[in-house]
């Protein structure tokens, strides 16, 4: 009796879900079956191509410079997430644990810097960029993105942070450790968890920017994955569609299996730090 | 107590103000000084000229449009994805076959970069070759093609469309985050007294989803208000800047057009305009803290 209510609301469920989900499946099926459409049929509006192309995206790799743009990816995304992730912490740690002077401070501009998204400060960064020469420079871009995932950051660490009991680290000090070793030996083992969710999504947010790659990376030798697929597309009279679509596809999968796999913790770390 | 640098807050702080106060307090500087002056197109002010810029900005009817248009492209996609993520949320909040499944394929969109998206979409919706048309066509939905990006009238609310579904994932996930915190024993509760589904939810979930809701529309109302990938990499604005929103209209100004003066009046006037919604989050975070 209650397997069968159980199935009755699943059906129910799904259904009401299905508009939405076949929205959202909709851009992965154009994006792989475009991929693997014969060049010649690609601008054909049928939907299921007359054979498989595989070889579509060995030739992508080559033809849309896709190497070089995964590494420039995989470099800023790493590099700043890492910065982030070293400044933040300590910042989290004291803003949990501790109240001084200029605390309130502190966290309103973090605040503030949060809201402020790149876009709004486009001409400003530009100009800093160009004085300091480092225009087309991927290391500035790494500066950049972990500058603007240290609020996200702060704000998600510091609400776990607060969930750790401070006990913990107090006991550890009068056992005669010192708070490096409190730190190192209790807090942050307790606080990987939180490190790791954190981490990945300013992975996410790195991998995925824009405004910034296309206003300060001007070379194509420097393009990241997204301004280089946007760059097979902007302003060209012909556009090879089936390459454009296997590099998206490329470049989109990884992150969204990682994706698939997390968003449970999502709902956890998400909803914590949303109300405190 | 230990006298330690790693109980020293100011210490432990310090590079991460620096670092965010560098990146961010340089530029809004430069920002402000540039737009208090005359600037040629390569950035080399020329003297004094007061609010000149604003003004300037201000009195451009592409900018009263492009405003206009940002209050729809705001209210309509975060309207658009708090009604459609609040059902969604307690759908999969319930328990049912695939809902592992289910939450999966919901939250996909958030994964994939928003270029990625738009450009695809922008694929999709080609008048000629694009899916969209022949799948419409193959369900006899329509007999002609659609030109969905490239007339006015279509291009905007697909823009929208893509905007709302591409929000709906954080939004879903915050509810999700909402409705795990309603204590189960008020339902439980509200069925012994005999309340029914519309009822339960009026009188439980939603009061107390309150808090969340609040804090989606902020966060998503920020975000959408800054969203630039979508709208750029489907039509830049176009076509004939009807599709232009304040992000793509302070880039071309400041980028395509070369007024570096009017784009940095523009970028200062929307900032202003981002604290006013910051306040406002204040406010609602403070009021949760409280509560």
Redesign the interface.
């Known amino acids: 009796m209650k397997i069968s209510s ?2 009755k ?2 059906i129910v ?2 259904l ?2 299905s508009p ?2 076949i ?9 792989l ?2 991929a693997l459409k014969p060049a010649t049929e ?6 299921w191509p007359s054979s498989f192309q595989w070889q579509n995206f060995i030739t992508m790799w080559s033809a849309t410079n896709f190497g070089s743009a995964l590494w420039n990816s995989l470099y800023v995304a790493v590099l700043s997430t890492a910065l982030s992730i ?3 912490i ?2 989290a ?3 949990s ?2 109240r ?1 002077v ?2 309130g401070f ?1 966290q ?6 949060q ?3 790149p ?10 960029l ?1 004085a300091l020469k480092l225009l087309d420079n991927l290391n500035a871009v790494v ?2 993105y ?3 995932n ?2 996200f950051s ?1 704000w998600m660490l510091q609400s776990y942070f607060s969930t750790i009991p401070k006990d913990l680290e107090e006991a550890a ?1 009068t056992e005669g450790a ?3 070793q409190a ?1 190192r030996r209790v807090f942050l083992p307790l606080a990987l968890p939180a490190v790791t969710v954190t981490a990945i999504f300013s992975f ?1 947010n790195a ?5 910034i790659a296309l ?1 300060m990376l001007r070379n194509q030798d420097s393009y990241t ?3 280089q ?2 760059s097979l ?2 302003g060209r009279y012909t556009v090879e ?1 089936h390459h ?2 296997a590099a ?1 596809f490329t ?2 999968i990884p ?2 299996i ?3 796999w997390l ?2 913790y ?3 770390g ?3 730090g ?3 | ?2 006298r ?1 640098i ?2 020293n ?5 310090a ?3 620096l ?6 307090l ?6 402000g000084e ?1 737009s208090l002056n005359d600037v040629n197109r390569f ?1 080399q002010l020329r003297g004094f000229s007061g609010l000149d810029n604003f003004t300037a900005v201000l009195s451009d009817p592409q900018f009263l449009a492009a405003c206009w248009r940002t209050v729809i492209w705001t209210v309509g996609i975060v309207a658009g994805t708090i009604l ?1 993520s609040i ?2 949320a307690l ?1 999969l909040n ?6 592992g499944i ?16 738009a ?6 919706l080609s008048g ?8 419409l066509r ?1 369900l006899g939905l329509i007999d002609e093609n659609i030109q969905w990006l490239a007339q006015s009238g279509t291009a905007f609310p697909v823009q929208i469309a893509i905007g709302i ?1 591409v929000s ?1 994932p ?1 939004t879903t ?2 509810f ?3 409705l ?2 309603i204590p189960d024993d008020l339902y439980e509760a509200a069925q012994l007294e005999g309340a029914n589904g519309w009822q339960t939810f009026a009188e439980i979930t939603l009061p107390l989803l309150r ?2 809701i609040n ?1 989606a529309v902020v ?1 998503n109302t ?2 959408v208000f ?1 969203s ?2 979508i709208i ?2 489907t039509t ?1 604005g176009g076509p004939a800047n009807s599709t232009d929103i304040l ?1 793509t209209y ?2 071309k100004l ?2 395509n057009f070369g007024k ?1 003066g009017e ?2 009046a523009l ?1 200062l006037l ?2 202003a305009l ?2 006013f ?2 306040v406002i ?2 406010r609602l ?1 403070m009021r ?2 409280r509560a």
């Open positions: 159980k199935l609301r699943s469920s799904w009401i879900l939405l989900m929205a959202v499946l909709f851009p992965f099926a154009v994006m079956i475009t690609v601008l054909r509006p049928t939907w070293v400044v933040s300590p910042a740690y004291a803003l644990r501790f001084f200029g605390k502190v309103q501009f973090l605040l503030v810097s809201m402020l998204s876009i709004v400060l486009v001409i400003g960064l530009f100009r800093l160009v500066f950049v972990a500058t603007f240290i609020a702060v000090w010192t708070p490096w730190l996410i991998w995925n920017e824009f405004v206003t994955l997204p301004i697929v946007f597309v902007a569609w454009v679509m998206a470049a989109t992150i969204a990682v994706f698939a968003q449970r999502l709902v956890r998400l909803a914590l949303a109300v405190k | 107590m230990n330690s790693f109980t807050p100011y210490v432990l702080t590079p991460a103000f670092l965010a106060a560098f990146i961010i340089w530029p809004l500087f430069q920002i540039i950035g459609i059902p969604v759908i319930q328990d049912f076959y695939g809902r289910a939450r999966v394929i919901i939250m996909l969109p958030w994964a994939v970069s928003l270029t990625m998206t450009i695809v979409w922008r694929w999709a000629e070759s694009g899916m969209l048309n022949s799948a193959g579904l709906i954080f996930t915050i999700l985050g909402g795990s915190s808090p969340f804090i966060m920020i975000s800054n630039f990938p750029w990499a830049q992000v302070l880039y400041g980028f570096l784009a940095s970028s929307m900032f981002l604290l919604f910051t989050y204040v975070a949760g803290d």
